[in-house]
């Protein structure tokens, strides 16, 4: 009699979804050791960006300001956290539009199916290009308070995480001639050396 074939769940296909696009590469950035300080700035910035409330522009926010910033900010982790930050773009749209409507003190724009469809549509009138620019200014002011909370909270995570998942060894040559003792004795053995050096040439 054959053996029927097991029936995966739903659940478990999320969870392997979940754990290739998300766990595997979170893994390999962590075990390259970078610092802790630059891996929570980069994915503060990647979720920062991740939430604009333009869909389709996130990535090319975060490919702008990965070559902005060059070395200071690392590049893997800032397209991770903005992949991440992709399901929670658009219920973040409303708080910025609202945040911005009360800051230019703009009309409450209704958000009716028919407002929706204009936009999806691309039928866009002059309410909704104005809602539009009103969200981005929400964003706007909202940015530079989301990156520093997200890098206040995801600072501790990122050092522990990289102290226990950095596989790279560190170096013993390194440490050694960070050591105050070592550093005098060599700075000494320059200097001696290069008097020795200007003597010989008289």
Request: net charge positive; glycine share 8%.
């Amino acid at each position: 009699m054959p053996i029927p074939a097991p029936v995966s769940s739903p659940m478990s296909g999320v969870a392997g979804w979940v754990e290739k696009k998300i766990v595997d590469p979170l893994m390999q950035i962590l075990r390259r050791g970078t610092a802790p300080k630059q891996l929570a700035f980069s994915a503060s910035l990647g979720v920062t960006l991740g939430i604009f409330p333009i869909c389709g522009v996130t990535v090319f926010l975060c490919g702008l300001a990965i070559a902005l910033l060059g070395s200071h900010c690392h590049a893997p982790t800032v397209m991770l956290s903005n992949f991440v930050a992709t399901p929670i773009e658009l219920s973040l749209v409303i708080p910025f539009l609202r945040l911005g409507e009360g800051i230019s003190g703009g009309p409450h724009f209704p958000l009716t199916a028919d407002a929706l469809k204009k936009v999806l549509t691309v039928q866009a009138s002059r309410e909704v290009l104005l809602s539009i620019v009103r969200a981005i200014l929400g964003w706007v002011v909202a940015a530079p308070f989301i990156l520093a909370v997200l890098y206040i909270l995801l600072l501790p995570c990122f050092k522990f995480l990289v102290q226990k998942f950095n596989t790279t060894p560190s170096s013993p040559k390194r440490s050694l001639l960070n050591h105050p003792e070592v550093r005098l004795k060599v700075d000494k053995l320059l200097r001696n050396e290069g008097c020795d050096g200007a003597e010989s040439l008289f």
